[in-house]
């Protein structure tokens, strides 16, 4: 009989590729998940893993037992936290998805509140691309995930949460901050410092200019930099001017940067929750998404103050 604590060893060595990361995160000894592995493959009578040196990978027979092993140990967790709910109590761990520099900073606000009602519940978000974030979302590997670009799926719900706006910010001495406004035409005599083309407020802002007929590959870029965090601090030190989330500026550099306004133009980022519809809620994961969107009232008090 298949053995799910091996299982849960196997699916942690098949995610990392790693014994001894794999262990650190089980807190077994590296030995042990060795000998797990290998009873495994005596079960199956057939190898997991090609052992190179100190690499790992997986052989055909790892990789079909992959998706397999993933589905039965969501599949037990999920019916501990079942059997528990009927007791009246919300257990369990969360995992939620997040591909957006507001969501690092609003869902912590949201998980304390949350935690405070439900202090059973255990929660690991994965800060990571919206892409792999869907991904792991589909895969069963979270169980809600926060995204700025709703992909249109089938195995998706979304609903919309918050809207953030992306400010405009400049240096406590630079003109513009003098100036308060700006003509969107002015943005192409000053020196950026941008975030990465695949991030979602690169996104988000080329969206908006491109609709007042401005071009962002046409600015002048000095810096890219992969943080909207490194980038407000940029432009603190007077490196160039920026787009930062709100949420982040009012955060760090509340006091030390001006808020420039583009005439006639906002930049608003719209973000989401996603939940898979073809995998069964866990008491967490239900008790949660109902938290956001039923408990308005407790949910904007707590994030309100950082939004506007």
């Known amino acids: 009989m298949l053995n799910l604590h091996q299982l849960n060893v196997f699916l942690e060595a098949a995610e990392s590729l790693n014994f001894t990361q794999a262990a650190q995160r089980l807190e077994m000894s590296q030995p042990s998940v060795s000998q797990h592995i290998q009873s495994l493959e005596q079960h199956f009578d ?5 052992r190179s040196g100190r690499s790992l990978e997986l052989t055909e027979a790892g990789l079909a037992l992959l998706p397999q092993a993933r589905e039965m140990i969501y599949l037990s967790n999920n019916i501990e936290e079942k059997m528990t709910s009927i007791k009246g109590e919300v257990y369990g761990h969360l ?10 900073y609003v869902l912590p606000i949201l998980l304390a ?6 202090p059973q519940v255990r929660a690991t978000c994965h800060v990571t691309s919206q892409e792999n974030s869907m991904q792991m979302l589909c895969d069963g590997k979270v169980h809600l995930a926060l995204c700025s670009t709703p992909d249109v799926s089938k195995e998706v719900e979304f609903r919309h949460f918050i809207t953030d706006e992306i400010l405009l910010i400049a240096p406590l001495s630079h003109p513009w901050s003098q100036a308060g406004v700006i003509s969107s035409q002015e943005l192409y005599n000053e020196r950026f410092i941008l975030p990465e083309e695949d991030s979602d407020v690169h996104t988000t802002v080329h969206d908006a200019l491109a609709a007042a007929g401005i071009s962002i590959f046409q600015l002048q870029q000095l810096l890219t930099l992969g943080s909207a965090e490194g980038i407000a601090l940029a432009v603190k030190e007077g490196l160039g001017v920026g787009f930062v989330s709100s949420v982040v500026v009012k955060k760090l550099v509340a006091s030390q940067v001006g808020i420039v306004k583009i005439e006639d133009l906002s930049i608003l980022q719209e973000i989401f929750l996603g939940r898979s519809i073809n995998r069964q809620e866990t008491a967490a994961q239900c008790a949660f998404w109902e938290f956001v969107f039923n408990l308005q009232e407790t949910v904007t008090r707590q994030i309100q103050p950082e939004l506007i």
Do not use: M
């Not at 509140?113 to 439900?118: D, G, I």
């Open 95 to 104: 995992f939620v998805g997040c591909s957006t520099t507001t969501g690092r």
């Open 46 to 50: 057939l190898p997991l893993f090609v």
């Open 113 to 118: 509140e949350f935690h405070r009602l439900y």
